[in-house]
Nanobody, 126 residues
Framework: QVQLVESGGGLAQPGESLQLSCTASGITLSNLAIRWVRQVPGQEREGFGCIDGGGIGQAYYVTSVKDRFTISRDDAKNTVYLQMNNLKSEDTGVYYC??????????????????WGQGTQVTVSS
């Protein structure tokens, strides 16, 4: 059974940091491009960052998180990480990792995914 599991969410104050993990079972995550997606209440789901698979490891970000968020991967642990620094209240939401079967490059990743995690809640509030 293929499963992606996000962890590391929680409550943070503005300016603080959190690190999320996306750990896979049943698939080899290193072969896949993995996108981080967040769902803010009342807004459309947003894919804000992505990291290439297949040993490429290039990461891409939307403007709103660039220079604050960093995506990395540890293929030995079959895990992708999201380091979030200088958190803002507008970062509050449920965070998911997602991938599509056989897709290695973020540029080839659409908005439908074969693999989704269950999500982890991030709340940024003072």
């Amino acid at each position: 059974q293929v499963q992606l599991v996000e962890s590391g969410g929680g409550l943070a104050q503005p300016g603080e940091s959190l690190q999320l993990s996306c750990t896979a079972s049943g698939i080899t995550l290193s072969n896949l491009a993995i996108r981080w997606v967040r769902q803010v209440p009342g807004q459309e789901r947003e894919g804000f960052g992505c990291i290439d698979g297949g040993g490429i490891g290039q990461a891409y970000y939307v403007t709103s998180v660039k220079d604050r968020f960093t995506i990395s991967r540890d293929d030995a642990k079959n895990t992708v990480y999201l380091q979030m620094n200088n958190l803002k209240s507008e970062d509050t939401g449920v965070y998911y990792c997602a991938g599509e079967s056989l897709v290695r490059r973020c540029s080839d990743l659409g908005k439908t995914y074969t693999y989704w995690g269950q999500g982890t809640q991030v709340t940024v509030s003072s």
